[in-house]
């Protein structure tokens, strides 16, 4: 029956949907005539509906993260795009963008950033200076691309 259930679910899902439906013809106050085809019909059941469930969650988890808030407000005054520049900044890799989010916007010095991520305050120079470097070559050529 596990083996029936995995053809909609992973093993683990699969084995509880079978544990869910033996359990179920536990409950029943009046066996059913064919127990196995009952089982197999209630595993079924199950399973498709704890797929039916994965596809709705899945759903609304994007709906969610498309629901994120923007990072930055674009300011017309200042020539860049909010949301390509937030773009860019989730592109990078985690210790680089945490690096940026430091310096920028925690207005730290360098040798504090340097203690923080346990780097050497050169290291943290060299790696800001090159992910500033990739972000302005990035976003001068989102602003040069013909589709913007």
Known sequence: MVLYARQWLDA??????????????????NPPDQAKAWLYRAVRNLALNRLRSIGRRRCREEQLADETPAWFESDPGVGIDARQAEAALRRLPAEERELV???????????????????????????????????????????LSPSH
């Open 101 to 143: 989010t430091l310096r920028i916007w925690g207005g730290l010095p360098l040798d504090q950033i340097a203690s923080i991520l346990g780097w050497s305050t050169a290291t943290v120079f060299r790696r800001y200076r090159n992910v500033l470097q990739q972000l302005r070559a990035e976003m001068e050529k989102s602003c």
């Open 12 to 29: 683990g899902q699969a084995e509880d949907v079978v544990q869910e439906a033996f359990l179920r013809l536990m409950q029943q106050t």
